[in-house]
C-alpha cells in the first residue's frame, strides 16, 4: 500500500483470528506502529492517510456495529462466526467490497475442524464478493504439514479447464528456540497419598514454582480446573497470588486480568487454551501444565509463551496428575523436544457446514445453482464435492425430504428446478443469523 495513496472506501485489510480475546490484543497492538508509521511519514514530508481501525465480534455491541455500515474501518478484525454473520447481511457486503488483504491468523488452530472448512468456505465468498484479487495471508508457529495448511489458505480457482489450486509462497524460516522443558512429580508414589488426593501437592509444587519466578503461566485443559486451582492456591496463600484466565470470562473481567498480570500485580494466572494463542500479557519467565497437554502442536505453543522472543529460552515445567499421566507427560515431553507436531487432517465435503453456507448466500438474493456450486467448489475442502451431493442438499433445504416422509414442510430456501436458481426469504435468513 503507497503510503500517499488515497484509501478507498470500506474495509482494506481484513483480519480473522480464532479467539475474541486475540482480535482486542491485535486492535491495542496496532496504536504502535500506525503511530510511528505516521511519524516517520511526517518527518519526511510525506502524506499519511487517516487509516481507522475496528473489531467486530460477539461482544461488539449493535451501536458499534451500525457505526460500521455507516463509516467501515480501513482495518477490521474479526472471528470467523463474525465473518459469515458479515457476509450473510446485504448491508455488509458494501463494506466488504474493497478488502484487499485477508489475514487469517493461527490458522493451526481451525484446519483440522469443521470451524475450518466454514472458514474455507467463507473465504471463497468473500473472494467472490470483492472487486478484486485478495491477498491471503495465512500465519502460524506449529502447522504440519505446512503445505498442505497453504493449499487450504489458497483454495481453488476456476479456468476453462476446470479447478485449479492457486499458488502460495510459502515462507517457513528454520528457528529452533532452546527450551526447558521437565516433568516434575508432586509426589513419590501416586499409590500412596497422605490425604487421599493429589490435589494438596500439586497446590504446593506450584507454590514453589511461582514464588521462585517473576511471572509464570500454568496451563490446565478445562475451565473448572482453571477456578479450582486458582482459588485453593489463593486460599492457602491468604492473598491473590494467582488469577483463572478462560473463555467464560466477561471481556473487562478478561482485560484487567491481562493488565495485572502485565504490570506484575499478578504473579501467576491460571489459564485454559485462551492464553495459548499469542494473545499479549508480557514476558512470562516460567510455562507450568498440569496433565499432560492433549496435543504436542498445543504443548508447544503452551511452552512458547515463556521466553517469548527468538533468543530466550521456553521454561516449562509439566506436573502429572496420575500414574497415567506421567506416562503421557513422558511421551509428549519427548514428541515438543523433538517438536513432533501431529499432522492436521482438514475434514471434506461436510454437508452440514455446506447447508448452513447455502442457506447464508440465499439471503444475498437469486443465485444461479451452477454458479454456487463453482463457488462452494473454489473452497479447498469441497473441491472433490460431486454434483450428486450438491443436489441432495439442496433438495433438502428445499424441504423435499419432509414432504417424503408426511411431514408439513419449511423450506429453508426457495429452489426454481425449472430455472435452476435458489434464493432465500425471511426464515432463510432468520436461520442463518441464529442458527450458526
Not at 306 to 312: C, D, K, P, V, Y
Not at 324 to 345: P, Q, S, V
Amino acid at each position: 500500500m503507497g503510503i500517499q495513496e488515497s484509501l478507498p472506501e470500506g474495509v482494506y485489510i481484513l483480519y480473522v483470528s480464532p479467539l475474541k480475546a486475540l482480535n482486542n490484543d491485535i486492535y491495542k497492538n496496532l496504536d504502535m506502529p500506525l503511530k510511528g508509521i505516521r511519524e516517520m511519514c511526517i518527518k519526511k514530508g510525506i502524506a499519511f492517510p487517516e487509516i481507522t481501525k475496528a473489531v467486530r465480534t460477539g461482544d461488539t455491541p449493535q451501536h458499534e456495529r451500525q457505526k460500521m455500515l455507516k463509516k467501515p474501518p480501513h482495518i477490521l478484525i474479526t472471528t470467523p462466526e463474525s465473518l459469515f454473520l458479515m457476509l450473510t447481511s446485504v448491508k455488509a457486503h458494501t463494506m466488504l467490497r474493497n478488502v484487499k488483504y485477508l489475514i487469517v491468523d493461527e490458522i493451526h488452530s481451525m484446519i483440522g475442524t469443521k470451524r475450518g472448512v466454514h472458514l474455507a468456505l467463507s473465504i471463497e465468498r468473500l473472494e467472490q464478493l470483492s472487486s478484486h484479487d485478495i491477498v491471503r495471508i495465512g500465519l502460524s508457529a506449529t502447522i504440519n504439514p505446512i503445505e498442505r495448511a497453504a493449499a487450504y489458505l489458497g483454495g481453488y480457482e476456476r479456468t476453462e479447464s476446470g479447478y485449479k489450486k492457486r499458488m502460495v509462497n510459502i515462507v517457513n524460516p528454520k528457528m529452533e528456540r532452546k527450551k526447558d522443558l521437565k516433568i516434575i512429580l508432586p509426589v513419590d508414589d501416586f499409590q500412596d497419598l497422605e490425604e487421599g488426593t493429589v490435589w494438596p501437592e500439586i497446590y504446593k509444587t506450584i507454590i514453589e514454582l511461582v514464588k521462585k519466578h517473576k511471572s509464570t503461566i500454568v496451563f490446565v485443559n478445562n475451565r473448572a480446573t482453571a477456578e479450582k486451582i486458582a482459588l485453593n492456591i489463593n486460599n492457602i496463600e491468604d492473598s491473590e497470588l494467582c488469577m483463572p484466565h478462560h473463555g467464560s470470562m466477561s471481556k473487562s473481567k478478561r482485560l484487567k486480568i491481562e493488565d495485572d498480570f502485565k504490570s506484575g500485580k499478578i504473579k501467576c494466572l491460571i489459564a485454559t487454551s485462551t492464553l495459548e494463542l499469542g494473545i499479549d500479557i508480557g514476558h512470562v519467565e516460567l510455562m507450568i501444565q498440569v496433565s499432560p497437554p492433549n496435543t504436542v502442536s498445543s504443548g508447544l505453543q503452551r511452552l512458547g509463551r515463556a521466553g517469548h522472543s527468538i533468543t530466550a529460552t521456553s521454561t516449562g515445567r509439566i506436573i502429572p496428575r496420575t500414574r497415567g499421566d506421567l506416562l503421557r507427560a513422558a511421551f509428549m515431553c519427548m514428541e515438543m523436544i523433538e517438536g513432533n507436531i501431529e499432522t492436521e487432517n482438514i475434514p471434506l465435503n461436510c454437508l452440514d457446514v455446506l447447508s448452513q453456507h447455502i442457506v447464508s448466500i440465499c439471503c444475498s438474493g437469486k443465485w444461479n445453482q451452477e454458479d454456487v456450486f463453482d463457488l462452494v467448489r473454489c473452497a479447498y475442502p469441497y473441491n472433490s464435492l460431486n454434483r450428486q451431493d450438491f443436489i441432495k442438499v439442496l433438495s433438502m433445504l428445499a424441504g423435499d425430504y419432509e414432504h417424503m416422509e408426511d411431514i408439513p414442510a419449511k423450506p429453508r430456501i426457495i429452489w426454481n428446478r425449472q430455472e435452476g436458481t435458489i434464493e432465500g426469504n425471511t426464515y432463510s435468513r432468520m436461520l442463518a443469523v441464529s442458527s450458526g
